[in-house]
């Protein structure tokens, strides 16, 4: 078996990297073939190996996944970034040592994804305040992972005005002001909010989660709340399922597809199901 090491230098501040050469080092001892691509050598040379193992975060998966949005050789994913959500959604808790030993152990599972506009995710789309979150981090060193990310969070609690959208899926119609608007395939994004506690990356659906106008008094009461994931029968909150989500909107729409920064005036949201093989 050859396995591809695809790492990205500027993940965890250099973490990754690190990372890579780890994993690297003990499949060599298991006398297992590899080699280590840097974001800059992702090319086609990464489908002929047996399996892709990603080291990075949340930001690197969704750079690797809209580079080859085709690919069909099982993936795993290493925790190598500042923000580690999908990570976690597959393999929880447990050493590098650990998890690669399970991993080549293991038989590929098919996961869902999405795609925003032209653009392919993973874990989710955040629209409204979540957008406007990750729009001031853009360029940021983001040196706190989950600590950097609260920050961005309370900057915005007081000052962040919500905006009217039109909101369309088979299931429904609905126009207003929104504060976030969340169309999740995973449970939980920004360093461990559970914005979508019970959604599967393998079911084929979306966790569609509509949260509409609240004071910055209510904003900080029920942010711990919906960090923990306990929200979903708080009155201001419309969670459903659906395949396909159109976001429209007079203003400019800020968003957010794995925490890494989109607008315009429309979202065009689909699921892709069974589309990637994961091992975990």
């Known amino acids: 078996m050859q396995i591809a090491i695809a790492t990205n230098t500027l993940a965890g501040s250099g973490k990754a990297v690190k990372l890579a050469k ?27 190996f047996d399996q892709v193992w990603i080291a990075g975060g949340d930001g690197t998966v969704n750079y690797f996944v809209n580079q080859y949005h085709d690919i069909k050789k099982p993936l795993c994913i290493f925790n190598g970034g500042t923000g580690n959500d999908f990570y976690a959604l597959l393999y929880g808790k447990t050493t590098v040592d650990e998890q690669i030993n399970h991993i080549l152990q293991s038989v590929p599972k098919p996961i869902d994804a999405g795609t925003c506009n032209d653009r ?21 060193n983001k040196f706190g992972g989950k600590t ?21 899926s088979a ?8 504060l976030m608007i969340s169309i999740a395939n995973g449970t939980r994004y920004g360093g461990g909010f559970y914005v979508a506690p ?30 923990k994931g306990k929200h979903l029968t708080l ?26 920064y989109l607008e315009g005036h429309e979202m065009i949201i689909n699921i892709l199901p069974a589309h990637f093989n994961f091992i975990y």
């Open 198 to 227: 019970i959604a599967r990356p393998d079911d084929g659906l979306f966790d569609t989660n509509l949260v509409t106008p609240l004071s910055p008094l209510k904003r900080l009461r029920y942010l711990p709340v919906i960090e």
């Open 235 to 260: 009155p201001f909150i419309d969670y459903y399922h659906t395949q396909k989500i159109t976001i429209q909107s007079d203003q400019l729409i800020q968003a957010h597809l794995d925490g890494e």
């Open 120 to 140: 392919y995710f993973l874990n989710g789309v955040g629209i409204g305040f979540e957008g406007a979150v990750a729009k001031s981090l853009r360029g940021v």
């Open 171 to 178: 299931e429904k119609r609905v126009e207003g002001p929104f």
């Open 22 to 48: 780890k994993i690297q080092a003990i499949l060599t001892v298991k006398k297992i073939t590899s080699q280590i691509f840097t974001e800059k050598e992702w090319d086609d040379r990464l489908y002929q």
């Open 148 to 168: 950097f990310f609260m920050i961005a969070i309370l900057k915005h609690i007081f000052f962040y005005k919500e905006k009217r959208y039109t909101i369309i």
